[in-house]
């Protein structure tokens, strides 16, 4: 079965720091895809970054970066600079292509990292 | 291109009445997921559909039921309301089922 750990439930930073999220993932599957979505205020789920099981190369995106290492199962996001407006909830998620297809279109969510940022 | 859209955004009911909302894909997006989301379980799959079938169930009591129409769009409905039904309720499209999944704004349904 697949499970996703983030273990910060919440984080709280002063505007201009650097803040990290973190994200374990389970899954006996080889292929898998793995996500980070963003939910402000609003309730609105913002995709962010879908990576696949096979890419382990960091990405960075403006402000944002993503480390992921198969060898210890995370996926974790990096806020450089983090700005008020980055004040959101934010859940990592899994996808994987499970045997006969019995996981399409299933994401399975982390319990989210509540993200203050302080001016 | 319009994004997903969910309707209604708002929703008051009483335990045992039953409830349909309603979830318009992104153009061009045949696969449709649903999902609820509770302060206490967080966010849970309900179901997902994909050219009219349902392709996958998450762990929710009959209840819960859904369908797909040819033009994607697709509906849930919520049959013998419970107070723990009490939730966001979020539609999600892809254009296929191992695509990335975008987001509606939600339904969010009170039981009283």
């Known amino acids: 079965a697949q499970k996703v750990t983030q273990a910060q439930t919440e984080i709280s930073v002063v505007e201009k720091e650097d803040v990290t999220l973190d994200c374990v993932y389970e899954?006996?599957?080889?292929?898998?895809?793995l996500f980070w979505y963003k939910q402000p205020p609003s309730g609105e789920l913002v995709f962010l970054i879908r990576r696949n099981s096979f890419d382990e190369q960091n990405e960075i995106s403006g402000r944002y970066s993503w480390n992921f290492q198969k060898s210890t199962s995370s996926f974790n996001f990096t806020i450089t600079a983090s700005q008020v407006v980055d004040s959101a909830v934010y859940f990592c998620?899994?996808?994987?292509?499970?045997?006969?297809?019995?996981?399409?279109?299933?994401?399975?969510f982390g319990q989210g990292t509540i993200l203050t940022v302080h001016p | 291109k319009a994004g997903v859209t969910q309707t209604p955004r708002y929703l008051i009911k009483t335990r045992g009445q039953q409830v349909t909302l309603s979830c318009s894909p992104i153009s061009g997006h045949r696969s449709v997921s649903w999902y609820q989301q509770t302060p206490g379980q967080g966010l849970q799959f309900l179901f997902e559909?994909?050219?009219?079938?349902?392709?996958n169930k998450g762990n929710f009591p009959g209840r819960f039921s859904g369908r797909q129409f040819s033009n994607s769009r697709s509906e849930m409905n919520v049959s013998t309301l419970e107070l723990g039904d009490s939730a966001l309720y979020l539609c999600a499209s892809s254009l296929l089922p191992t695509d990335t999944q975008y987001f509606g704004p939600g339904t969010r349904l009170t039981v009283l």
């Open positions: 998620a899994l996808s994987d292509v499970g045997a006969g297809g019995t996981s399409y279109g299933k994401l399975t």
């Open positions: 559909y994909f050219s009219e079938t349902q392709r």
């Open positions: 899954t006996r599957d080889t292929t898998y895809y």
